[in-house]
């Protein structure tokens, strides 16, 4: 059977967007080759769309429609517009590394600790490295990520070492009707003490932009880190990230995802608990708008004994906006005496907007504690009165519960400065409303 | 002028009218008192001067230092100087009361042109407060009123009130809930704050409440209506006859 003659118009927009991109991509050799089986199974598979259980919400074939021809490097002008979006989202003490339309920006960024290895992923892949390419996890939108990479950042925490400077990407849209296409990696070593946070904005001028970002995380033996993501994307913008996790054990993982940008925006993270005694926690805020859709799906893998995960995700959504959480935990058989923890909340601002809430729990052992659970409904109307009867008005009461709602998930992470930049964006979303 | 007036008043919750052309007239430096059994309307009269949605009032006035009330949002009234200490005071995970507090006070001074109070100001204000109350500083830091006592609930309900320093005072059952010395300090609360500029409706069932903050005007209310107005001592004589002789005057 010729495959070629099935192609519908969206599969050859993206054969030639694959072929156009395919000279200036990094690698040759294996790299390429390793490139060029992740787009073939990417191209059996089109864009993922509801009729795929873990893109059921989501449908991109919908929402996104086509992959955008890849955004080309940027040039001085594009740099100087990523300065200003830069300022915005800088995080006091942070050593930041840029990414500016998916390329690796060494005078925007830092010079990393002592420690600390820092190389951008086109080096490595053109020393023929396919091992960046390779992902645990198997989802569509990562085989696009490994065939359209242009860039991204390589960090490695060495052994042992205790980072006193916040790591920052931060992900900077200059580009209009372009892909973006970044991956990065973030290896502690044992015993290893970072944080990280990763921010995606968008520079005056970007628009209508593809971020497609996947990050590989693994964290060693003993090894704790605070992980927070930012996403303010332009609210034209589609950005799905998918992140692996690798964890040892005795390991702490805090991670927290806030996405109040974006058009259409998907966080996936895979999560496998791999060595024994750790505590995970991953929690969210989803603040929408407008039309926007921002998914959440996370799948936390036990694979092991005596591990901790909680997860705690708050969404408020107004407007015609649509908020998904998908959370999924799995306790393979030997998995016994996990503690296993979910909790989805959505408030609804609004008669037409959306959340769907799917918590699904798969527990191949039998002494295990897991629980889960979601709920959905308006502001309360008894509190709202209360707060208006003692002066404030409506928008500000609003604000005052709104916040109260979202803490309890921002007061889950678990470093301060992180804690205060995501009750920031949080406040300025609220402001927006007024 | 009164500070509060309230003329035929008539309102419908639903489809099912409670008040039947209710009139009260309340000056400043005056202590009210409305009796009545449950189901009288009492509370009704309460929401309705505070702004409660849900009620539709289908006819008669609410004035307020000559303004129409009716015709406010709930957070004007409120800094216009009208407060309703609540029967059931709601409980706010996640907001300090701390910052409920300072909020909820800058928002009523902004709203009258004054400057809002300063962070050191306002914490003197508000611990002196607290301390007249036996509130202690850890109940300051918690969610608003969550995990107090029913007596801790009415004790934050007159912190506010002292904090605000409102022109009128309605206290919706205060003595729901209270035992004898939550009620006693309670009462004493309200009375530190009774002043010729301030007047209080005290509604309440029971005459028990009326042996600690002793009001000017008694008015009994039954069936959506003022059906007797009179001094204390209308007060005792319920306590003796009970509600019953009204319930045929309605």
Known sequence: ?434 | MALLEVRDLQVRVEDREILHGLSLTVSKGEVHAIMGPNGSGKSTLSHVIAGKPGYEVTGGQILFNGEDLLEMEPDERAAKGVFLAFQYPVEIPGVATMNFLRTALNAQRKARGESEYSTPDFLKKVREVAKSLNIPQDMLRRGVNVGFSGGEKKRNEILQMALFEPQLCILDEMDSGLDIDALRIAADGVNALRSPDRAMVVITHYQRLLNYIIPDFVHVMSRGRVVKSGGRELALELEESGYAQFEDAA
């Not at chain 1, 309360?380 to 002066?391: Q, S």
């Open chain 1, 1 to 434: 059977m010729n495959v070629a003659l099935a192609k519908t118009d969206a599969g050859r927009a993206v054969d030639r967007v694959f072929a156009a991109a395919r000279d200036r991509l990094p690698g040759g050799g294996r790299v390429a080759d390793a490139r060029g089986k992740a787009f073939e199974a990417f191209e059996r598979a089109g864009l993922p769309h509801r009729r795929l259980e873990e893109w059921k919400y989501t449908d991109l074939r919908v929402l996104m429609r086509e992959v955008l021809p890849l955004a080309g490097a940027p040039d001085a002008a594009a740099l100087e517009r990523a300065r200003p979006a830069l300022q915005a989202c800088a995080i006091d003490g942070a050593a930041r590394l840029v990414l500016v339309d998916g390329v690796f920006v060494e005078t925007l960024s830092d010079a990393a600790e002592a420690g600390v290895s820092v190389r951008a992923l086109r080096k490595v892949l053109e020393q023929d490295d396919t091992d960046l390419l390779s992902a645990s996890a198997t989802d569509v939108m990562i085989s696009l990520n490994a065939a359209l990479a242009t860039d991204g950042v390589v960090i490695e925490v060495g052994d042992g070492a205790a980072l006193t400077r916040p790591i920052q990407i931060v992900h900077v849209a200059t580009a209009a009707s372009a892909s973006i296409v970044t991956r990065s990696l973030l290896k502690l070593g044992k015993g290893a003490r970072a944080t990280l946070v990763e921010s995606f904005v968008a520079a005056e001028g970007a628009k209508g932009y593809q971020s497609n970002d996947a990050v590989m995380i693994a964290v060693g033996d003993g090894a704790e880190l605070s992980q927070v993501r930012l996403v303010a994307d332009s609210l034209d913008a589609v950005n799905v990230t998918s992140a692996i996790y690798a964890i040892g054990a005795r390991t702490k993982l805090n991670v927290f995802n806030l996405t109040s940008g974006g058009a259409v925006s998907r966080f996936q993270g895979f999560l496998t608990l791999a060595g024994e005694g750790s505590e995970l926690s991953v929690n969210g805020v989803n603040l929408l708008k407008g039309t926007q859709h921002a998914d959440t799906t996370l799948v936390v893998d036990h694979a092991v004994p005596h591990c901790t995960s909680r997860e705690i995700f708050r969404a408020v959504v107004d407007d015609r906006a649509h908020s998904v959480f998908q959370g999924r935990i799995i306790v393979r058989p030997d998995a016994q005496k996990t503690d296993g923890k979910m909790m989805t909340r959505a408030l609804l601002l609004s008669d037409e907007a959306e959340a769907d809430n799917k918590p699904e729990l798969e527990i191949f052992a039998d002494d295990v504690t897991c629980g889960h659970g979601a709920t959905a409904g308006a502001l309360d109307e008894g509190l709202l009165f209360y707060l208006r009867a003692r002066g404030l008005a409506e928008k500000e009461a609003q604000a005052l519960l709104i916040q109260a709602f979202v803490g309890e998930a921002i007061e889950q992470i678990a470093d301060d400065k992180f804690r205060e930049a995501a009750m920031a964006q949080a406040e300025r979303w609220l402001e927006a409303r007024h």
